[in-house]
């Protein structure tokens, strides 16, 4: 599984993005997001399994949306009323559907993941 994220950028407090994440080779299992800024732990944001089944951080639940375009194989993050404190750098990553969903925002059940895109928010 390749994946190839895009989207980020600066943004004021209040303003959204729309992450992007190309997905080439991927399947049937589990696409989600993950953000981590230097010296902080990463953090599982929002997964979709590839029945629809979708499960977001607290931190995000009502502002960010998940959601994938089965025709072009691309995976979305939406994300409105944005905060300072969700800048960092956005991740996709990919995990086989033998991941319980239980822990499907771990990023240790991840085995395939983006470069990685920033996001600053600035208030």
């Known amino acids: 599984v390749q994946l190839v994220e895009s989207g980020g950028g600066s943004v004021q407090a209040g303003g959204s993005l729309r992450l992007s994440c190309a997905a080439s080779?991927?399947?049937?299992?589990?696409l989600a997001w993950f953000r981590q800024a230097p010296g902080k732990e990463r953090e599982g944001v929002a997964v979709?399994?590839?029945?629809?089944?979708?499960r977001y951080a607290d931190s995000v639940k009502g502002r960010f949306t998940i959601s994938k375009d089965d025709a072009k194989n691309i995976l979305y993050l939406q994300m409105n009323s944005l905060r300072p404190e969700d800048t960092d750098m956005y991740y996709c990553?990919?995990?086989?559907?033998?991941?319980?969903?239980?822990?499907?925002?771990?990023?240790?059940?991840?085995?395939?993941w983006g470069q990685g895109t920033q996001v600053c928010v600035s208030s």
């Open positions: 990553a990919a995990a086989p559907s033998t991941t319980s969903w239980l822990s499907a925002l771990e990023g240790s059940r991840y085995n395939s």
């Open positions: 080779g991927y399947v049937y299992g589990y």
């Open positions: 979709r399994h590839s029945v629809g089944s979708t």
